[in-house]
């Protein structure tokens, strides 16, 4: 009787070691994934200066068209 109990013992250490090494294994590969990098919206001051010129531009043109109609 013994002997069945050290045998049942065993048989469950091992399972229990296994699975534990396979949790292991898991983690380590989620963990080695990368997460995708958000792109940050950075813009130079020339792109920026660039849009802030055709703003201006559309502006006047349009202050232009409108001072005639009255």
Known sequence: MAIMQK???AALAAVNSYIQ???ATAAG????????KTPEN???LWS???R???MNMR???QMRAFGRCR
């Open 52 to 54: 802030q010129e055709m």
């Open 7 to 9: 045998k049942m013992a």
């Open 21 to 23: 090494m396979e949790e």
């Open 29 to 36: 590969q989620q963990a080695a994934i990368p997460l995708p």
């Open 59 to 61: 502006r006047l043109v």
């Open 48 to 50: 920026q200066c660039g």
């Open 42 to 44: 950075v813009q130079s």
